[in-house]
Each structure stands twice: as structure tokens, then as C-alpha cells.
């Protein structure tokens, strides 16, 4: 007679139950590294999201592997920073905040905000620091679609510039960096669910491929929200919009402008946007992208400017490094431009439902 099992066996955790429990549950942010992490590549990223497009063999990676699981906020702290948060630090662990911009005039006026970020990878590509930038740019053939880019001198890094506010699967082209081109030391720039995904590509055990260990560097962006495709494609052509003429997107104090050159086409409420975006963005707190090594945005400080976090003790030696190699310049963030950082943070944290 067999021995009768006291308790049921636990079904694994495979693609199957990530659609149940994230991406029919409207959690997808959409970043890949469900994708990128997957051993037999049995799955593809589809209008945004991922689909099994292939023979799955019930290994758990991809589950495990989503940002959206269980992500292991204190243990990660941990290692990033050598320290849990503190109760008095609302934006997460931080070093020092500076405001700061590229000295680059082609830098500033490519980037969204000072052009600092361009002006940092630009600096860590020269030092030779890293062989190689994961950076989000647009598909050539396919008007504003973000997609990630792997940037290797100023020239890709200016045509990357400039912020994407749709979604681009930013693990894969971590990925494609190190399979395909065979990057071994990167600087990876995401927004902060994007960067999340990269620390579980980086420490989470149920892995294969460990893409994320070939990242040096993490620069995070600020975030409170990012918009589906279809902003671009019924949005702004039904507002009279041609993407073709367009340069640069920018959301700032509550507004969505759109640029042609200094030209601005359109100068809309957020409002007006809400229906375009993503709903993971509703239950995500992180806007200041807790986990990156350095987190950079444009709230508080002034037109012109960014505000950069510094987290990690490799981001703030390289920061300081770009800074005084020229590339940028800085100085510590005004009171009030960090209450302004730090209420933008609270507010999100309170619209997290
Ligand atoms: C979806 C989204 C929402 C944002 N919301 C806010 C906000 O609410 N408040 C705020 O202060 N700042 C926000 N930011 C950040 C801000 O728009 C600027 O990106 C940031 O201040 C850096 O400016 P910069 O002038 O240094 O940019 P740049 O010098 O142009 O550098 C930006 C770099 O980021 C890369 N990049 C652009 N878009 C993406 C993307 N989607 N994913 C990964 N990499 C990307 C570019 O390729 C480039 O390398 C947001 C950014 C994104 C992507
Ligand atoms: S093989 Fe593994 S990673 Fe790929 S879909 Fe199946 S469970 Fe997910
Ligand atoms: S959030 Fe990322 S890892 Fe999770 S299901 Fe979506 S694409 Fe996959
Ligand atoms: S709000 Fe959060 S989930 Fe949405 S794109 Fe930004 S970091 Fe990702």
C-alpha cells in the first residue's frame, strides 16, 4: 500500500500563472524580462506584453524573473546600498541630491530635461568605464516607437536622447547587448520597474542567463506613469498631430507638450492622457527609482535642469567622476527642490491602490 501524501503538491509557478496573476490582472509594465530570461525562449513580447510563442519546460525562471513578484525590497537594499532604509528617508536610501546639467549645449538641448543623463553615459562610454549603454531610441520604420538601443558612441547616445513615454522592453536589449554584441560592462537606463528587473536579472536565484550581471551601472529615471502606444497612433494623429514633425515629448508640471523644434504642438492636461496609461503605473510607488545607483528627473529643479540622486557608493564616485571630467555640472539641490522631489514621491505612493 502507498504512503498517502499529507499535503498536495504545489503546481510550479510557470508562464501560465504570470498571465493569472500579472498580466490579466493589468500588473504587466511590459519591461521583457520575462522574455529575455526565459532558457528555451518560448515566449515574445506582443502589442506590449509577453505570449508564449514557444514549448515551455515548467522551469519557474520567467515567473520568478517578473519585477512585479515578489520583489525583495529590503534584501535588495541590502545589497545595493549596504543598508536598509531609514524611517526619515521618503525617497528611499540616498547619498547626496544635486541639481545638476550636461556643460554640453548639443546635450541639453537633445535631452529632455538638463540632458544630464546623456551627458553621464556619454562620460562612462569615453572613460571606458563600460563597453556599451542600454538606452531606449525609436524604430526607424516605425514613427516614435520606443524601443531599446544599444549606444556605443555620442552619436548613438544624441539620437537616443530624450524621453519615451510609451513602453520599451528594456530587458531585451540588455539581453541582445551581451548575447548578440557581446557587451561585458554596461550602464543600463530604465525607468524604476525597468530597474527593478534588472536587480532580479541581477540577484534572483531562479535564473539562467544572469543578463543582469554584465550591468555596471544603473541610472534610473523618474517615473509617475507611462502611456500605451496608442497615445501615438489614435491620440495625437485624432489632435491633428503628424509624428513625423515631431522632436521631443515632454510632460511637465502637469501638462503633456509635444514639440516640433522650439515649435509646440500641443499643450494638453494630463488628464486628458489618463486613458493611455498603463495600469501597472496605478499600483507602482517607486517614481524616484529607489533601486538604481542614480536616480535622475526634472522635478525639482529649475526648466533646464535635473535632479539626480545619488544611492549607491559606485553611482556617487562615477557622478562625481563625470563632474569633474567636465562633463557636467552640479550643485547641491535647493530645500525646496527636494520637498518639491519628495512631495511628487508621497503623492504617488498615496495613489497607489
Ligand atoms: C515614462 C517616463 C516618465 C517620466 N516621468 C517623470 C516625472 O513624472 N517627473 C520627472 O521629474 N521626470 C520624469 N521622467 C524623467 C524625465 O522625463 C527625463 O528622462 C529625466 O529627467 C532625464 O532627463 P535628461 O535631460 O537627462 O534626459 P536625456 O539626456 O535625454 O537622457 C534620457 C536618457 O533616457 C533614455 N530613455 C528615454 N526614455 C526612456 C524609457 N522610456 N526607458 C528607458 N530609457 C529611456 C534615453 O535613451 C536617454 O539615454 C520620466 C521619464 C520616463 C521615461
Ligand atoms: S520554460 Fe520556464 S521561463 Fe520559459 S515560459 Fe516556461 S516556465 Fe517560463
Ligand atoms: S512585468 Fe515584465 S516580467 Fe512581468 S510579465 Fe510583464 S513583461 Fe513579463
Ligand atoms: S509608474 Fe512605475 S510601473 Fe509605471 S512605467 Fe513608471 S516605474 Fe514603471
Known sequence: MSLKLLTKPVPPKVFGTLLTNIVKKGLCCGCGNCVAACPVMA????????????ICVTCEICYYQCPKVDFPYERYEEILF????????????VREVYTARATSEEFRSRGTDGGAVTALLSYLLKSGTVDGAVVCGVDPKDYWKAIPILAVSDKDLIEAAGTKYTS????????????????????????GCRIEALRKSQFEEKNYYWWGKRVKVAIGLF????????ILREYLPAKGINLSEVSKFHITKGRFFVYS????????PLKEVAQYAFSSCSTCA????????????GAGSPDGWNTVILRSEAGEKLFKAAVEAGFIEASAISNEGLEAVIKLAGLKKKKEH
Not at 223 to 230: A, L, Y
Not at 261 to 268: D, H, Q
Open 82 to 93: 549596504g543598508r536598509r532604509r531609514r524611517n526619515d528617508e521618503p525617497i528611499g536610501v
Open 286 to 297: 517607486n517614481v524616484t527609482n529607489e533601486y538604481a545607483d542614480i536616480s535622475v528627473g
Open 261 to 268: 523644434g522650439n515649435r509646440i504642438l500641443l499643450k494638453a
Open 43 to 54: 515566449l515574445t513580447m506582443k502589442e506590449e506584453m509577453p505570449a508564449m510563442t514557444g
Open 168 to 191: 520599451a522592453p528594456m530587458m531585451l536589449g540588455l539581453a541582445e547587448a551581451v548575447r548578440d554584441h557581446g557587451k561585458e560592462s554596461l550602464v543600463f537606463v530604465g525607468t
Open 223 to 230: 517615473c509617475f506613469e507611462s502611456f500605451h502606444d496608442k
